[in-house]
Structure formats: structure tokens, C-alpha cells
């Protein structure tokens, strides 16, 4: 079994929410769009409402985000109470209001309703497992999973275990969020704030006390992240970066060099100012300023698309929070068979092309297409059977030959769909037809045509395909042979 196989087995089938605001509501798009069915019990009259927009910006964000076949979508119900949402689930998530007391209150309950092997994770930012822990009934089942906003494309999650947690509840929890594209973090000791959430604060306390003394506007502050240190977060924390900020190759003498430096601090370390009617007026007009009339909506849906592009650069790299990525993806097209009915033409999920697909000179660009045909073969390639695994031992396919027919111009926001058949397939060869359609179009708007030949893992060279996936190809080839030969489709083609 592939690790991929593995990964998708620990994904649960079904989890409960408590709680229904930014971090609650992400959790559940983040969950719905792995193909898992979210309890959520939520006190607000419009949670469902409330609920469904984000997780519509969430679906936006996939879609440019992956080329990958998402899961079927899991299913949204909202529940009266506390037992109904925790009713039947593997793993309950907390996110309720940051107060001990009520968070306290909310976790016996749980306790009490769950079954005798469900989670129960709680997305507090700051407060300690052991002191969630008092009043519970079951408390070794208890640990923290704080994740960051947007939850559904950020993928860090820290896991922390309180003094009851049993040993073996972090290691179940990491393979359930791994399973759903997240990056768990075992917090080693408790710590108020865990490790992500004490370094953001003294750099927020930091922020503060410069608009406080007016050395700068809200604007110049975050100008001075966005534009620098900022950049290289998402490569690398601060320590490795001041590694390299000397050029020194003994490591630790490079990092004796700061010595000095700790000695006559910048900053005002843990001190903050007070938040005074005139700071808070003055941040509030400078953070207005700054945001140039865009909604909140807006400003959700532009930090979205950013995050969307840096991870999709470091998705490139196979670096980062874009290993996970990758691994989130190749998970999705190793299992993309469990979606497909193979007596039909293969159909890539309807897809938006995204705004940033245009050219200079605003017309599509054209390597825009071969990605949205490349992941139709990644596609069919995973349904036989010719997955990462399959890759690694025994071989792959490779491209020779592609002709495109470009029959009518597409644009950005056009809702389009690739629909893949086997032409002619034999030991070595497969012959592949692409059509993609728009939706609401009748012809297609552009065909491609791919010869592929496969490469024996071993020898480098031209080779049969092996095992279960030759005979899947065959058997594929054969049932396609009878649906009708698209028009564009050349006559013959010499496949071996």
C-alpha cells in the first residue's frame, strides 16, 4: 500500500464542530473540500449562512490553487447541541471564544457525549492543555490543534498535549490533519501560546509601540514586512535566516556574532503600549486608509489570491509549506479512480480559469492549456494505475508527440471542462484525445492530442507497462474504442 493510500485511509469520515466564526467556519471549509462531513454546532441564528460563504471563498481559492481532482465534497449540517455535533464523528474540534472558564465548560460537555475513542482538539491560540483538562471526564483524549487563518490554506497546525493527554492521541491527531493537506507541529513542552503565536506577538507588540511613538504608520509598518523579512518567511524562520546573514561557515561562530547584539536590544521587547482612545483611533484610521475602500470580502478574497501564489512558487521548489502542497495533490491524483467511471471519457472537475492566466497582451497564455491538459493525463495516468508508487519501481510515461487545435478563445473566469479518451493503447504506447469545452458550449474551444511511450523503470529505456496497470490500460482502451472518435482525431497513428 502506497503512502498515499495510507494517508487517505486516516481521513476521517466524519468530524464535529463547536463553533462557528473565523476559525470554526474555516475548519469546516477545510474539511468539507477533503471530502469529510462536518456536524457543526454554531449559537448564531445565520451560522449556516455565515458558514457557506466561506466556504465558497475557500472553493474559489482550490480552484486555483490545485489542478488536482478534489474529493467528493463532504456534507454540512448544523446541529442544536453539543451531543448531535459530536454524535458519530472521529474527531470533535473546539473553537470556541479565547475564556478559560467557557472553553472549560464546552470540553466536559463534550467529554461526556463523544465516544470512548474520538478526539477532541481544541483550536485555542494560547491557552495550555492541562488547564482545558480540568474538568473533563476523559481528559487523556484531549490536545490542542491550533491552526492559522485562513485555516483552509494555511497549513500549520500545532499539536500540544496537556499532562492527562495519552501518548499515542498526538500521533493519531497528526495523521488526520496530514490527511487533509495540513502541516502538524508537535509542541514539546506546554507553553502559553505554543511557538507560532509567541513569535507573531512580539513582532505585533513591536508594531504597536512604532505607530504608538509615531516612528511609523500602520501602512509603513507593514511595508517594512511585506517588502523584506516577510518575503523570506515563507522560505525560512528567523534563526536559519541569520545564519546565513553572516558569511561564516562554522555555524556556531556565526551565531556568536549576535551576541553583541542581544546585549543592546532594538526593541521594546515584551513591554506594549496601552490601547488609549487615541492609539485605537489612530490605528483605525490609518488601517481604513490602508485598505483604499476595499470590503472585507475584498481584502479575504486578495490575501487569498496571494497565498494561493506563494504557495503554488514554493510548490514549485518542493519547499516549505509547498512540500505539503505537493503531497496534499499527489495524494488526490493517486486516489482521482475512485471518481471516475471508465466506460465514458475521463472528465476533469469544471474548472474557473483563473484571472493571473493572462498574457501581455490579455489573451490566455497558451502554457495555461497544457496545464489543464497535463493534469487530465496525470489523471488517467493515476486511474491505471501508474502512480507515485507504480513511478518509483517500476516506470512512467513519457510525452513524445502533441498537436493542439485551437478552435475558439477562452477568458479568464470561463467555467471550462477537459474530457480525456484512449484512442489506441498497446504495451508501450498510448494515444490520448483531449476536449476542452467551456461550460454551456456545445464544441469544444481546444483539442490536444498526446502520444505517450513508456520508459521501463530499470533500463531507462522504451518497456512494457507493468502488472495491474497494463491490464488497466488495455482495459480502458477497450471500452473507450466504443464511444464515437472525435472529429479532430487523426486517422491513424503508428503507435508502435
Not at 163 to 174: F, V
Not at 184 to 202: T, Y
Not at 309 to 325: D, F, I, M, P
Amino acid at each position: 500500500m502506497s503512502l498515499n493510500s495510507r494517508l487517505l485511509e486516516k481521513r476521517p469520515r466524519s468530524v464535529g464542530l463547536l463553533g462557528s466564526g473565523v476559525i470554526g467556519g474555516a475548519w469546516a471549509a477545510r474539511f468539507i473540500l477533503n471530502g469529510v462531513d462536518v456536524r457543526l454546532h454554531g449559537r448564531s441564528s445565520d451560522t449556516f449562512e455565515r458558514v457557506n460563504k466561506m466556504l465558497a471563498n475557500a472553493r474559489r481559492a482550490y480552484q486555483r490553487l490545485t489542478l488536482a481532482r478534489l474529493p467528493p465534497e463532504g456534507s454540512l449540517t448544523v446541529v442544536n447541541s453539543i451531543a448531535e455535533a459530536v454524535r458519530d464523528v472521529e474527531l470533535v474540534q473546539e473553537s470556541a471564544p479565547e475564556r478559560l472558564e467557557l472553553k472549560q465548560q464546552l470540553l466536559a460537555d463534550i467529554s461526556t457525549s463523544v465516544a470512548p475513542d474520538t478526539l477532541i482538539c481544541s483550536s485555542t491560540s494560547a491557552l495550555r492543555p492541562s488547564l482545558l483538562q480540568a474538568a473533563m471526564k476523559h481528559p487523556e483524549r484531549l490536545l490542542i490543534a491550533h491552526p492559522f487563518n485562513p485555516v483552509y490554506l494555511l497549513p500549520l497546525v500545532e499539536l500540544c498535549g496537556g499532562q492527562l493527554t495519552a501518548p499515542n492521541t498526538l500521533t493519531r491527531a497528526a495523521e488526520i490533519y496530514r490527511a487533509v493537506g495540513m502541516h502538524p507541529l508537535v509542541v514539546r513542552k506546554e507553553v502559553d501560546g505554543f511557538i507560532a503565536n509567541r513569535l507573531q506577538e512580539a513582532v505585533w507588540r513591536e508594531a504597536l509601540w512604532l505607530v504608538h511613538d509615531d516612528v511609523a504608520t500602520v501602512q509603513e509598518v507593514d511595508d517594512a514586512v511585506r517588502y523584506s523579512f516577510g518575503l523570506r518567511r515563507a522560505i525560512m524562520g528567523p534563526i536559519q535566516t541569520s545564519r546565513l546573514a553572516i558569511a561564516e561557515n562554522n555555524t556556531r561562530r556565526s551565531m556568536e556574532r549576535f551576541g553583541s547584539g542581544l546585549k543592546t536590544p532594538l526593541t521594546k521587547l515584551t513591554d506594549v503600549p496601552q490601547l488609549t482612545d487615541t492609539l485605537l483611533d489612530k490605528l483605525a484610521e490609518q488601517l481604513d486608509a490602508q485598505a483604499e475602500s476595499m470590503s472585507v470580502p475584498e481584502l479575504e478574497q486578495k490575501r487569498d489570491d496571494c497565498l494561493v501564489a506563494v504557495l503554488q512558487g514554493l510548490r514549485s521548489q518542493g519547499y516549505g509549506a509547498g512540500e505539503t502542497l505537493s503531497r496534499w495533490e499527489k495524494e488526490l491524483r493517486q486516489n482521482v479512480f475512485q471518481l471516475i467511471d471508465g466506460s465514458c471519457p475521463l472528465r476533469m472537475p469544471i474548472r474557473q480559469i483563473p484571472f493571473d492566466w493572462i498574457s501581455y497582451d490579455d489573451h490566455l497564455m497558451e502554457s495555461c492549456y497544457s496545464q489543464l491538459f497535463g493534469a487530465a493525463t496525470d489523471d488517467l495516468l493515476n486511474y491505471i494505475g501508474v502512480d507515485e508508487e507504480y513511478r518509483s519501481i517500476s516506470g512512467r510515461y513519457q510525452m513524445i508527440e502533441t498537436h493542439m487545435f485551437y478552435l475558439r478563445e477562452l477568458h479568464p473566469g470561463d467555467r471550462v471542462q477537459v474530457l480525456t479518451q484512449i484512442l489506441g493503447a498497446d504495451e508501450e504506447y498510448l494515444h490520448l484525445f483531449h476536449l476542452l469545452t467551456r461550460e454551456g458550449d456545445e464544441e469544444p474551444a481546444v483539442t490536444s492530442e498526446q502520444i505517450l511511450h513508456h520508459i521501463d523503470g530499470r533500463s531507462g529505456c522504451r518497456g512494457p507497462v507493468q502488472g495491474r496497470a497494463s491490464a488497466r490500460v488495455l482495459e480502458l482502451a477497450r471500452l473507450h474504442a466504443a464511444l464515437p472518435r472525435p472529429a479532430r482525431a487523426r486517422a491513424t497513428v503508428q503507435l508502435s
